[in-house]
């Protein structure tokens, strides 16, 4: 919160500060007249209606009024322009769905876990859930906004500069509740379209003989019930989009680095990682077939 990355993080900082800066200052006067009282020794009742209008009417009237006026004037300004990229964000318990839509062929690309923006556009974050309420909440970005059933609340913002912010559900949503972390990583326009256009291509078939393994056995264990693939499993999307799992930063909501060693510690572990995950473990799987798995989810770029 106090390293705003978007012009509205920057006016709701600098809104806290002046009203933080106003109740110390009007705390302290307070206090100071309280002292004041104290020490004096004789009554002087002439004054005490003096006070009584002036501090008790006039002064909170007119400071008040003019805060009021001020943090007005400033939030007007909160709403960044609209424009055409919308993203839309899904709360799942415990995860995060992310929808783009591919500017070439209007289909939808799915990601999870990560919202990729442009730097410097404004973009309009359709947000809702798939179960629960949840809350989207990025700090730096500004703006805490709920995500509830049968809802689409609409997040505008637009991001300064090109760089990694952390965010949270901030919502009590279940077991997992304080393991559901998200990024958004702003990126240069242009690089941010060639990034949107590769998401937006289906996997390209595993090379090494081990990550085919990995992919028999991707098939065999029924990954693909939850895990869509595109272009190799077609799913319910009951988990997230596995197609380019191995571009993203981390794997299960922000739990672990995206790293090959993750990926086998993920699906062996992940009851112990994240207990009551909606994802079995798959412990009874010998080192080859895990080490296999990793291989394949490891090239998924
Ligand atoms: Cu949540």
Redesign the pocket.
């Known amino acids: 919160m106090l390293r705003p990355a978007t012009p509205s993080a920057e006016i709701t900082l600098e809104i806290a500060i002046v009203l933080t800066i106003g109740a110390v200052a009007i705390f302290v006067g307070v206090m100071w007249l309280l002292l004041r009282a104290l020490q004096q020794r004789e009554r002087r009742p002439v004054t005490a209606w003096k006070w009584l209008i002036g501090g008790g009417v006039v002064f909170p009237v007119v400071v008040l009024s003019a805060l009021l006026a001020y943090s007005t004037a400033r939030t007007i300004q909160l709403l960044p322009a609209q424009d055409g990229l919308v993203i839309e964000v899904s709360?799942v318990?415990?995860w995060w769905e992310v929808r783009y839509r591919d500017p070439a062929t209007g289909r939808e690309v799915r990601s999870a876990n990560e919202v990729r923006v442009p730097a410097g556009r404004p973009v309009t974050l359709g947000l809702t859930?798939a179960d629960?309420?949840?809350?989207f909440w990025i700090p730096a970005l500004g703006g805490k906004m709920d995500?509830i059933p049968g809802r689409v609340n609409q997040l505008r913002v637009q991001v300064t500069q090109p760089g990694v912010h952390r965010g949270v559900?901030?919502?009590?949503?279940?077991d997992q509740?304080a393991k559901?972390a998200l990024h958004v990583v702003a990126m240069v326009p242009a690089e941010f379209d060639a990034w949107l256009a590769a998401q937006a291509v289906p996997a390209s078939a595993p090379s090494s003989a081990l990550a085919q393994l990995g992919q028999r056995v991707f098939g065999e264990q029924r990954c693909s019930v939850c895990h869509s693939v595109r272009g190799i499993a077609e799913a319910l999307q009951l988990g997230p989009d596995l197609t380019h799992v191995a571009s993203r930063l981390y794997l299960g909501a922000g739990e672990l680095p995206t790293r090959s060693d993750n990926f086998r510690h993920w699906v062996a572990n992940v009851q112990h990682i994240k207990p009551g995950a909606r994802m079995p473990a798959y412990d009874h799987l010998d080192e080859q077939a895990l080490t296999a798995l990793a291989a394949f989810l490891d090239g998924l770029k």
């Open positions: 709360g318990q415990w859930t629960v309420i949840h809350s995500m559900c901030a919502e009590f949503c279940g509740h559901m």
